[in-house]
């Protein structure tokens, strides 16, 4: 049996293509060849016929009498000998892409890429280790849409077995054509979380390429190569260790602040603090006729100008670019999108 590596649908379509082409140039040469062998007494459709009986080992009786023409025996042993071949290379061919999922998981893999390239200001996270996992499940949680691309399918099967739904692509992320197949050009933003830093650095270098507007966030385990990842354009960088002294620092210093976050990234309401920036367009308006308050949202502050404006009253003015720090459910952000006129 053949051991198959992944191909798309028109990679399969070609394979069976060039076999079922091969197969009917041999019943032409073989109609044609019985035409001349057996003399215009007998028909073209006569012809074919004992081609196809030959090649298909029906094992009727000779339409072409070829009992005193040892040329034409030997002729029709080798078109049934191609013929044979031929077909029997078709039908293993099928067996295996059925018996390995080939064709199932080709068109399944088509249609995954095609919900891809319909995603809009999505995210693309570039490595679904346990970093990568985490910040999927809290893209989920918030109800963003993102694009999963790893190397390794262990660590892809261990994230489709708690999103059984999620899209991903199986392959180097810092390559150039596998970001373009997670759609990067439309993307909003893009993580970098492989283990590796020089990967991580590759990688912001070709989302960038492909998206100079992409918001990149990479991570980084040694301290010494964070500029280097900024120099190449990373819009932020994270590194697990240093954010991780600072959370055990917290939990011992100021643990009703860490125990408050913690409860509301686990609350089933799934209440998180967001920023919206006011799109570009928006007519200056008082906070007060936004009237932003709601059940599902707080305004906790705005940051304009570079400037931090902390609990602000009904008459401050909002502007385009100003970036609205709210304490919010999905819901809740939604809503404040939908009254800045982003959805």
């Not at 379509?13 to 073989?30: I, Q, T």
């Not at 893209?139 to 489709?160: K, N």
């Not at 692509?169 to 909003?188: K, Y």
């Not at 003015?317 to 800045?340: C, I, K, N």
């Amino acid at each position: 049996m053949f051991n198959l590596p992944a191909e798309t649908p028109v990679q399969i379509a070609w394979r069976f293509g060039r076999a079922f082409a091969l197969l009917a140039v041999v019943h032409v040469v073989g109609t044609t060849g019985f035409r001349l062998l057996g003399g215009p007494q007998y028909s073209w459709l006569d012809c074919f016929y004992m081609t196809f009986i030959t090649i298909a080992t029906i094992g009727y009786a000779e339409v072409i009498d070829l009992s005193s023409n040892p040329a034409g025996r030997v002729f029709a042993v080798a078109i049934g000998f191609v013929g044979i071949a031929n077909t029997w290379y078709i039908m293993s061919l099928m067996v295996a892409y059925l018996v390995e999922g080939k064709i199932n998981e080709a068109f399944w893999r088509r249609r995954m890429e095609q919900r891809i390239h319909r995603l809009k200001d999505h995210y693309v996270i570039c490595g679904i280790g346990r970093v990568g996992r985490n910040v999927a499940n809290e893209l989920a949680a918030t109800g963003r849409s993102c694009v999963a691309i790893d190397e390794d399918q262990r660590s892809i099967d261990i994230y489709l077995e708690h999103h059984a739904d999620a899209l991903f692509l199986h392959g180097d992320a810092s390559d150039d054509d596998l970001l373009s197949r997670a759609h990067v050009e439309s993307a909003r933003g893009v993580f970098a979380v492989t283990g590796d830093d020089s990967r991580n650095l590759l990688i912001t270098i070709t989302a960038k390429q492909l998206n100079p507007a992409v918001r990149v966030v990479a991570r980084c385990h040694e301290v010494r190569n964070i500029e280097k990842i900024r120099k190449v354009g990373a819009d932020a960088i994270v590194s697990p260790d240093f954010t991780g002294g600072l959370r055990i620092a917290s939990a011992m210093i100021r643990p009703h602040v860490v125990s408050f976050l913690d409860e509301m990234l686990k609350s089933d309401e799934r209440l998180r603090v967001e920023q919206i920036v006011v799109p570009a367009g928006f007519p200056e308006t008082p906070l007060g006729e936004l009237r932003l308050g709601g059940r599902d949202y707080i305004l906790v502050a705005l940051h304009e100008q570079g400037h931090w404006v902390f609990n602000p009253d009904t008459t401050h003015v909002v502007r385009p670019g100003s970036a609205l720090v709210v304490m919010a459910t999905p819901d809740g952000r939604r809503a404040v999108e939908q009254l800045l006129g982003w959805v």
